[in-house]
């Protein structure tokens, strides 16, 4: 696949961090995801065949961050691959996920990446 898809700074909102001052906050993180796709079916002939469709993908993410509670920004990244993958089985997506630490305001921003496909989360 050489059709990439961006959708970058989503904000979600979430429960994430094992540290004292991050346990009883939500937080907002920012996600930024590149799905490698192919617009050969039916994108490239302004079609909606094959379409990753990032309204239904953000409003899906969006959904399914409420109410949850991550220990680890790597967690969150790897969910999140895993929803997009299962929504668009044939894609690949990379996931990243910044967050402002609360507590080290010396630190501007931690990120983490993944790159995921279906066939990653085949055994589940």
């Known amino acids: 696949m050489h059709d990439t898809v961006y959708c970058s700074g989503l904000e979600l909102t979430v429960g994430v961090g094992f540290h ?6 939500t937080q907002t993180v920012l996600v930024d995801l590149a799905i490698d796709c192919d617009f050969s079916r039916g ?5 909606f065949t094959g379409l990753v469709d990032y309204f239904v993908l953000v409003q899906q ?7 949850r509670r991550y220990a680890l920004i790597e967690a969150l990244a790897v969910d ?4 997009v993958v299962r929504l668009y089985p044939p894609v690949q997506v990379r996931v ?3 967050k402002r630490p609360p507590a080290m305001p010396q630190v501007a921003a931690v990120a983490v990446e993944c790159v995921r496909s279906a066939a990653d989360f085949a055994g589940e």
């Open 20 to 25: 004292e001052a991050e346990l009883a906050i």
């Open 43 to 47: 994108p490239a002939r302004d079609e």
């Open 80 to 83: 999140l691959a895993r929803q």
């Open 96 to 98: 990243k996920v910044t």
């Open 61 to 67: 993410l969006e959904r399914h961050v409420v109410g």
